[in-house]
């Protein structure tokens, strides 16, 4: 798999979205690697946390990969759009304890797999939201059912009708992040993750 890297440190999974040049974003080939590794960690009951992340320093992800959408039919638009969704319910639904380690942007889709995760640690500066509706595209991966339960109606529908950017420090007073660290302090918890 070469959109998505999975390693095992101990009982931790580190699942890596390996797209940087494309600011982690989701093509259906990154959706299906995902789709697999998911199924692999369900599995596993060595696996007792699992860490989702973004490879580079600018994106966790920036949710779909608009230049692969353009190029696409309407059936196979739907078939991204099933597929993401269907992806980030398995996240969702693992067993194991899930945290997004947020390391750069996180819109969209990006923002709906943090969303899917229990937890979501961000690197301070960062910026998050659900951004689709600035190009009148609905949140189609959960993030509409997700968030309002994380934060509350009102909250949510801020959000989502006016595209809005968070930064992390934000993010944390919405309640949308668990805790928001220092990239130094990120970058050294996911390499010495709990063995």
Same mark, same amino acid.
């Given at each position: 798999?070469?959109?998505?890297?999975?390693?095992?440190?101990?009982h931790?999974?580190?699942v890596?979205?390996?797209r940087?040049?494309?600011?982690?974003?989701?093509?259906?080939?990154?959706?299906?690697?995902l789709?697999?590794?998911?199924?692999?960690?369900? *599995?596993?009951?060595d $696996?007792?946390?699992?860490? #989702?992340? =973004?490879?580079? @320093?600018? !994106?966790?992800?920036?949710g779909?990969?608009l230049?692969?959408?353009?190029?696409?039919?309407?059936?196979?638009?739907?078939?991204?759009?099933?597929?993401?969704?269907e992806?980030?319910?398995?996240?969702?639904?693992l067993?194991?304890? *899930?945290?997004?380690? $947020?390391?750069?942007?996180? #819109?969209? =889709?990006?923002? @709906?797999? !943090?969303?899917?995760?229990?937890?979501?640690?961000?690197?301070?500066?960062?910026?998050?939201?659900l951004?689709?509706?600035?190009?009148?595209?609905?949140?189609?991966?959960?993030?509409?059912?997700?968030?309002?339960?994380?934060?509350?109606?009102?909250?949510?529908?801020?959000?989502?009708l006016?595209?809005?950017?968070?930064?992390?420090?934000?993010?944390?007073e919405?309640?949308?992040?668990?805790?928001?660290?220092?990239?130094?302090?990120?970058?050294?918890?996911?390499?010495?993750?709990?063995a």
């Amino acid at each position: 798999m070469e959109n998505i890297q999975f390693e095992i440190k101990g009982h931790a999974a580190i699942v890596t979205l390996n797209r940087p040049d494309a600011l982690n974003a989701f093509n259906y080939e990154t959706l299906d690697e995902l789709q697999k590794t998911v199924e692999k960690i369900r *599995t596993n009951r060595d $696996i007792r946390v699992v860490i #989702f992340t =973004g490879a580079g @320093e600018k !994106a966790f992800s920036v949710g779909a990969d608009l230049k692969e959408r353009r190029t696409l039919s309407d059936e196979d638009v739907k078939r991204n759009i099933y597929k993401i969704g269907e992806v980030f319910s398995m996240i969702d639904q693992l067993p194991q304890p *899930t945290i997004a380690a $947020i390391n750069g942007f996180a #819109f969209g =889709g990006g923002m @709906e797999l !943090a969303l899917a995760c229990d937890f979501r640690v961000a690197v301070s500066g960062t910026q998050m939201g659900l951004t689709e509706t600035s190009l009148a595209i609905i949140p189609g991966a959960g993030g509409t059912q997700r968030l309002p339960r994380l934060i509350g109606q009102a909250k949510a529908l801020e959000l989502i009708l006016t595209a809005r950017r968070l930064k992390a420090e934000e993010a944390l007073e919405y309640g949308l992040v668990t805790v928001v660290v220092k990239k130094k302090a990120c970058s050294m918890s996911a390499s010495n993750s709990p063995a």
